[in-house]
């Protein structure tokens, strides 16, 4: 009996760790929502069959297997972070920044986003799994939580595609105040002295950038 409990919890495991891995929301990859809605199913009937002490222990694990990959792109999006700023620093000494410049600003700004959007998608369906497993909710309760969350970060992820599509087709014209200003406006960052162009401060002020 109890090995074929910790067989059971082994698989729910397994499971887990494959819907975390599904989330991706870069390159060629899409949200499977067909295959996270069966592997919820399976979950939740095998959440069914184990005890309160198991599920509870259960729930703490995948909390921890989430929370892996979490702390992973939270450290890359930390590096893109001073990476931009340090690229803003560069663009604050120009008095006219070229297209091309802007344009790689720009992209990685785009990636942040992306980020944010990942982890916003990671830590909702991690709280959703968690609570299936510790509180027994029904899969289709979960599946519905699940779905509106993945189909908000899908269709933000898609504009932000669209928008990186469309500045790289942009690579050689000068950048205008307007679009600077509408970027930093963004991020409302405290504008550093002797920055001659605005598009530039408003960047430095949304990544918090001081003299």
Known sequence: MVLKQRGRTKKILERAKRLRDMI?????RRIDMKTIRLTLRE???DVAKLSEIERDRLARQIDDL?????????????????RIRSMLKELALMKK????????????????????ALLHALENIRDILVDTVQRGVDPETAWSKV???TEVVTG???????RAEAYTELTEEEV?????????TS???????EVPNKEIRKMLEKYGLEE
């Open 24 to 28: 991706e929301l870069s390159g060629d």
């Open 43 to 45: 979950i939740a009937n």
């Open 66 to 82: 989430f929370e892996e990959k979490i702390a992973i792109l939270r450290g890359w999006r930390e590096s893109r972070v001073r």
């Open 97 to 116: 920044v070229p297209r091309n410049k802007y344009v790689r600003v720009k992209m990685l700004d785009n990636q942040i986003k992306l980020d944010d």
């Open 147 to 149: 779905f509106r969350v």
């Open 156 to 162: 933000y992820v898609e504009g932000l595609t669209e």
């Open 176 to 184: 205008s105040e307007a679009e600077l200003e509408e970027l930093s």
């Open 187 to 193: 991020y409302g960052l405290k504008e550093p002295k």
